[in-house]
């Protein structure tokens, strides 16, 4: 984990969890923390911008890096794909699908093969789709 919060990263390295202080939007960071040798990054910020920047800055380090990144709206995801996230996970839509599935769930009794069919089709509507 890398992050600006240090408390954050205090409470990592007290749990045994490899924690570093420092701004993924620098590649300079990233190659310091071994990122070029990483197979997955995941890039979790709240900030889009920042976001984008943390994915132009590994793309630099390595193109065969895969990026997923958790974004908050859905609004963001073309931007992330185009800075060259690999796989991008809107919070917002998820949240949204995961509240639909409770609903369906409970009060429609719809069978759960049914429930996954229809979310991975508003996944795949949104430009969301989850395979890969």
């Known amino acids: 984990m890398v992050d600006l919060n240090s408390e954050n990263v205090l409470r990592a390295t007290e749990a045994g969890e490899p924690a570093f202080y420092g ?3 620098s590649s300079e ?3 310091s923390v071994g990122a070029e040798r990483a197979r997955d ?8 911008t920042a976001a ?3 994915v132009r800055a590994a793309r630099t380090i390595s193109e065969d890096l895969h990026i997923v990144v958790r974004s908050r709206y859905l609004a963001d995801v073309e931007a992330l794909k185009r800075a060259g996230a690999d796989k991008v996970i809107p919070a917002e839509l998820e949240a949204a699908l995961e509240l ?3 609903l369906m769930t409970r ?8 429930i996954d069919v229809l979310l991975d089709q508003m996944r795949r509507e949104h430009g969301a789709d989850l395979e890969s």
């Open 23 to 25: 701004d993924v939007t």
């Open 29 to 31: 960071v990233l190659q």
């Open 41 to 48: 990054l995941v890039v979790a910020i709240n900030d889009p």
């Open 52 to 54: 984008i920047n943390a």
């Open 100 to 102: 639909a599935s409770y």
């Open 107 to 114: 009060t429609c009794a719809y069978d759960p093969a049914q």
